[in-house]
Protein backbone atom coordinates (compact mmCIF):
# COMPACT_ATOMS: atom_id res chain seq x y z
CA UNK A 1 0.00 0.00 0.00
CA UNK A 2 2.76 1.97 0.69
CA UNK A 3 4.71 1.76 -2.43
CA UNK A 4 1.81 2.35 -4.30
CA UNK A 5 0.81 5.44 -2.28
CA UNK A 6 4.65 6.74 -3.08
CA UNK A 7 4.34 6.02 -6.74
CA UNK A 8 1.37 7.58 -7.27
CA UNK A 9 3.02 10.97 -5.18
CA UNK A 10 6.25 10.38 -7.93
CA UNK A 11 3.57 10.26 -10.29
CA UNK A 12 1.73 13.28 -9.61
CA UNK A 13 5.83 15.65 -9.14
CA UNK A 14 6.74 14.02 -12.11
CA UNK A 15 3.37 15.69 -14.12
CA UNK A 16 3.27 18.82 -12.26
CA UNK A 17 7.24 19.03 -13.23
CA UNK A 18 6.66 18.65 -16.71
CA UNK A 19 3.53 21.03 -17.02
CA UNK A 20 5.42 23.72 -14.95
CA UNK A 21 8.73 23.66 -17.25
CA UNK A 22 6.23 23.46 -20.87
CA UNK A 23 4.64 26.87 -19.30
CA UNK A 24 7.65 28.71 -18.40
CA UNK A 25 9.81 27.39 -21.89
CA UNK A 26 6.56 29.30 -23.24
CA UNK A 27 6.18 32.32 -22.06
CA UNK A 28 2.96 34.84 -22.93
CA UNK A 29 5.73 37.70 -24.55
CA UNK A 30 9.21 37.95 -24.71
CA UNK A 31 10.38 41.83 -24.44
CA UNK A 32 13.60 43.75 -23.89
CA UNK A 33 15.36 47.27 -24.17
CA UNK A 34 16.38 48.30 -27.24
CA UNK A 35 16.67 51.53 -27.14
CA UNK A 36 17.42 54.30 -24.21
CA UNK A 37 17.59 58.03 -24.18
CA UNK A 38 17.62 60.64 -21.58
CA UNK A 39 15.38 63.15 -21.99
CA UNK A 40 16.28 65.05 -18.87
CA UNK A 41 17.29 64.37 -15.22
CA UNK A 42 13.89 62.96 -14.60
CA UNK A 43 12.52 61.32 -18.11
CA UNK A 44 13.67 58.87 -20.25
CA UNK A 45 12.51 57.52 -23.46
CA UNK A 46 12.60 53.22 -23.62
CA UNK A 47 12.21 51.67 -26.95
CA UNK A 48 10.39 48.20 -25.46
CA UNK A 49 10.24 45.32 -28.45
CA UNK A 50 8.00 42.74 -27.65
CA UNK A 51 7.53 39.37 -28.97
CA UNK A 52 4.44 37.44 -28.81
CA UNK A 53 4.01 34.36 -30.13
CA UNK A 54 0.05 34.50 -29.43
CA UNK A 55 -0.20 38.38 -30.68
CA UNK A 56 -4.18 38.55 -29.52
CA UNK A 57 -2.65 38.04 -25.92
CA UNK A 58 -2.79 41.25 -23.91
CA UNK A 59 0.23 41.82 -21.89
CA UNK A 60 1.82 43.61 -19.19
CA UNK A 61 5.41 44.63 -18.96
CA UNK A 62 6.91 45.52 -16.07
CA UNK A 63 10.30 47.99 -16.44
CA UNK A 64 12.67 49.65 -14.52
CA UNK A 65 14.90 52.72 -14.76
CA UNK A 66 18.50 52.62 -13.07
CA UNK A 67 20.55 55.26 -11.68
CA UNK A 68 24.29 55.52 -11.41
CA UNK A 69 24.61 54.13 -8.46
CA UNK A 70 22.33 50.90 -9.36
CA UNK A 71 19.90 52.65 -7.39
CA UNK A 72 15.87 51.97 -8.77
CA UNK A 73 14.63 55.80 -10.34
CA UNK A 74 12.11 54.89 -11.72
CA UNK A 75 9.33 51.93 -11.78
CA UNK A 76 6.28 51.47 -14.87
CA UNK A 77 4.10 48.81 -16.06
CA UNK A 78 3.22 49.15 -19.63
CA UNK A 79 -0.27 47.32 -21.19
CA UNK A 80 0.21 46.04 -24.75
CA UNK A 81 -3.17 45.30 -26.55
CA UNK A 82 -3.83 42.70 -28.65
CA UNK A 83 -2.15 42.81 -32.46
CA UNK A 84 -2.35 41.35 -35.79
CA UNK A 85 1.46 41.10 -35.73
CA UNK A 86 3.53 39.03 -33.64
CA UNK A 87 6.39 41.79 -32.89
CA UNK A 88 6.37 45.48 -31.41
CA UNK A 89 8.34 48.33 -30.49
CA UNK A 90 6.94 50.71 -28.11
CA UNK A 91 8.55 53.83 -26.83
CA UNK A 92 7.52 54.58 -23.14
CA UNK A 93 8.07 57.97 -21.48
CA UNK A 94 9.39 56.99 -18.31
CA UNK A 95 9.30 59.67 -15.22
CA UNK A 96 12.01 59.09 -13.04
CA UNK A 97 13.16 60.46 -9.19
CA UNK A 98 16.85 61.12 -10.79
CA UNK A 99 18.87 60.99 -13.46
CA UNK A 100 18.98 57.11 -14.58
CA UNK A 101 21.27 55.65 -17.17
CA UNK A 102 19.52 52.26 -18.07
CA UNK A 103 16.38 50.31 -18.04
CA UNK A 104 15.42 47.09 -18.34
CA UNK A 105 12.65 44.75 -18.40
CA UNK A 106 11.40 43.10 -15.38
CA UNK A 107 9.43 40.41 -17.29
CA UNK A 108 5.79 40.35 -19.04
CA UNK A 109 2.61 38.47 -17.93
CA UNK A 110 -0.90 38.11 -19.38
CA UNK A 111 -2.91 41.23 -18.55
Known amino acids: ?7 IGVALA ?7 AWQRARPPAV ?10 DTKVDVTLS ?5 PA ?6 LIAQAQDLQLVGEQAVS ?6 DQVDV ?3 MVTLRR ?3 ATVRGCTPA
Do not use: D, H, K, Y
Open 57 to 62: VVVTCR
Open 50 to 54: VERPN
Open 31 to 40: AEVSGFQVVS
Open 80 to 85: LPASNQ
Open 100 to 102: AVS
Open 1 to 7: MVVVLVG
Open 14 to 20: GTWLVVT
Open 91 to 93: VVS
